[in-house]
């Protein structure tokens, strides 16, 4: 039977045949050390550890990957093919979910042994959504769940509508972009609310650990391992005010490739640096050593732009052999300018700082006509360093 086919399942083809490609090119035909021996034989096994499996064409005895299903007959994750006989199949709490209910454009964590010719046997399989709950719907594109901002695109799956009062989020955490860019929106099931996000603020006295704007009341100590900046996982009670809400579980949600695993990870450029001898930035939370690597699309690479990095393992960072890069999409902000600095030719909208130039078009009234407390549309991009958002239009009211 031919997979099923979405604008993101034939992206992700052609990237099968293209990576498979490459990698028999440049792949892992060498000899390892001793110690990377040594460590392909002991991975980490530890409660937070993610065996997520794939890195095609590596010489590894056991991969790692996490990535959007690109199709589920046969069922594809990223560019390879898994083969679950005898794999667990389980949602982010642990319960068992039945291979039938996975669907196009959920993320998936899969751990097994090593690629062969672009297929995979997987002995675990780990299903989680982004965010679950109530959605404040902007326009068609552009929701707020849990007081995280959920952008679609293109290459979303939509099985849901802005008529839909509660949905669940499959996506990209983009921590310096401050939003979720879905691979998969759906109508909420029977499930609680829960999000997976970043720490941005803990008040120990209180018990409440903040993500972006919304406060979560945890039920009893916080766990150690969780600080700012941190990556968790929480399961929502009941709605205490607008933006607090009880929090009964909480865990952390950090992706941890095992030592010396094939790796294989799609996600969103945080932390980017340009060295000397290449570039280093973060994916989910994972450093990357793209100083080596075969780049795809190189212009693109900026904070917030679509990465899929495939490499190894080494010290705790992701060397990669080739990176795969898409441009950052647009984003979009609509409010009153709380704060304006002309001189610098920067504003504030919804808490985030804008700045201007010569290229940007502006729309209504010119750019000398803006105030504080004025309504602005803006659409921009992030800046060389992700810090800031430059204007590529804005309509001034």
Request: glycine share 10%; aromatic share 2%.
């Amino acid at each position: 039977m031919k997979p099923e086919r979405t604008p993101l399942s034939r992206r992700h083809l052609l990237l099968a045949l293209t990576g498979s490609a490459t990698l028999v090119a440049c792949g892992g035909g060498g000899s390892e050390s001793p110690a990377a021996t040594a460590a392909e034989a002991a991975p980490d096994t530890g409660p937070t550890a993610r065996i997520l499996g794939v890195g095609t064409g590596g010489t590894g005895r056991y991969s790692y990957v996490e990535a959007a299903f690109a199709a589920v007959q046969p069922l594809t994750v990223g560019s390879v093919t898994v083969d679950t006989t005898g794999a667990t199949i389980v949602d982010g709490a642990g319960q068992p979910v039945p291979q039938h209910e996975l669907e196009l454009g959920m993320r998936a964590r899969v751990s097994g042994g090593p690629i062969a010719a672009g297929h995979l046997h997987a002995t675990s399989i780990e299903v989680d959504a982004q965010l679950i709950g109530p959605a404040h719907w902007l326009d068609a594109n552009r929701l707020v769940v849990l007081g995280q901002t959920v952008l679609l695109t293109s290459g979303t799956v939509r099985a849901a509508t802005a008529q839909d009062a509660s949905v669940r989020v499959w996506g990209e955490l983009d921590p310096e972009r401050g939003l979720v860019v879905a691979t998969r929106i759906d109508t909420q099931t029977a499930a609680g609310p829960m999000l997976r996000g970043v720490v941005s603020a803990i008040a120990p006295t209180q018990q409440t650990v903040s993500v972006g704007t919304l406060v979560l009341h945890v039920a009893g100590p916080l766990p150690a391992d969780v600080a700012i900046g941190a990556r968790i996982r929480a399961q929502l009670g009941a709605q205490l005010a607008a933006n607090d809400w009880e929090c009964p579980q909480l865990r952390p949600d950090a992706t941890r490739p095992p030592e010396g695993a094939d790796t294989e990870l799609a996600g969103r450029v945080a932390d980017l640096s340009m060295l000397a001898d290449g570039p280093r930035f973060s994916l989910d939370g994972v450093p990357v050593d793209a100083s080596q690597a075969r780049i795809t699309n190189p212009s693109a690479l900026a904070s917030g732009a679509h990465a899929e990095v495939k490499g190894r393992m080494r010290n705790g960072v992701l060397v990669a052999r080739t990176l795969e890069l898409e441009a950052p999409e647009p984003i979009e902000l609509s409010g009153r300018v709380t704060r304006l600095d002309p001189i610098t030719q920067t504003l504030t909208v919804n808490g985030r700082s804008v700045r201007w130039n010569a290229s940007t078009v502006f729309g209504g009234r010119p750019a000398a006509s803006l105030r504080v407390g004025r309504e602005v549309e803006i659409r921009a991009l992030p800046d060389a360093s992700g810090s800031v958002l430059l204007a590529r239009r804005i309509d001034v009211r």
